[in-house]
């Protein structure tokens, strides 16, 4: 059994005050206990401050972090930064620093293993585009980018890591995938981690789904076989709503 993981993505989201009133209302309104792991990505100004406010209820994630552990990378952070300040998770390789900041598989995957070197958890996304859709290419987008990302991660590593699909044309568009088709990606994901890693231990890789996830669809798509948890933007920055996640997430 893989236990559901519900993941808040703040983005470049909330004053320090904001971050510190949500991660509270999250923690406080929380019922679903151990059944569901739980964690919020602050900016990283705020990781601080949202670690102190989460009191250990909410895990707590950074956003992103440079491959390197420390030195003349002005306005980067180490992912040993990100430990310091009580993080568990950090998000690698989002949409969003793929396609704005011109990450590549390479560099994700330079990062991953920082990450995993600091003994966090990285959530490593993957996802097409909308014209890699349609044009029928999403499972050979979706094979380079997790193994692009991936490579030289050890079979014992791979059991830490989380794996979010989020495919680009849902991000923050209300466009949600059918259950159907982040399924079928998401069973793709799982025969391809089968392929390098062997049935126990991809049996054992949560894959979150990520694209305009909502309280009222996320049951359904949580209710797949391989949809083990979600990644979210905006429906995480109310504590209403992602706490309307958290629910489905517990009733799948
Ligand atoms: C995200 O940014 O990871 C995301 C899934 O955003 P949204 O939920 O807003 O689509």
Redesign the pocket.
């Known amino acids: 059994m893989r236990r559901p993981f519900i993941a808040g993505?703040w983005?470049m989201n909330t004053t320090k005050a904001e971050g510190v009133a949500l991660v509270k209302g999250v923690a406080e309104g929380n019922t679903a206990g151990d059944s569901v792991e739980v964690a919020v990505c602050a900016p990283s100004v705020y990781l601080d401050a949202v670690v102190t406010a989460a009191a250990g209820k909410v895990g707590v994630g950074a956003q992103n972090c440079y491959h390197e552990a420390s030195g003349a990378f002005t306005g980067e952070i180490s992912a040993a930064m990100a430990k310091d300040v009580g993080c568990q998770y950090v998000i690698l390789g989002?949409s969003e620093r793929r396609h704005i900041f011109g990450e590549s598989n390479a560099d994700v995957c330079k990062k991953v293993h920082a990450v995993l070197a600091a003994g966090l958890v990285p959530i490593v996304c993957v996802g097409e585009l909308l014209e890699e859709r349609e044009s029928g290419k999403t499972s050979d987008v979706v094979a380079e980018q997790m193994y692009g990302s991936l490579a030289g991660v050890t079979d014992e590593q791979m059991k830490s890591v989380v794996i979010a699909y989020?495919p680009v044309w849902?991000?923050?568009t209300g466009k949600v995938a059918t259950p159907e088709q982040a399924e079928e990606v998401h069973a793709g994901i799982r025969t391809l981690m089968t392929a390098k890693y062997g049935e126990a231990i991809s049996e054992g890789v949560r894959i979150q789904y990520?694209?305009?996830?909502k309280p009222d669809n996320a049951a359904e798509l949580l209710s797949q076989p391989n949809i083990d948890g979600a990644?979210?933007?905006?429906?995480s920055l109310k504590a209403d709503s992602f706490l309307g996640i958290i629910a489905g997430a517990n009733a799948s």
């Open positions: 993505n983005k989002h989020e849902a991000i923050g990520g694209g305009s996830v990644l979210v933007g905006g429906a």
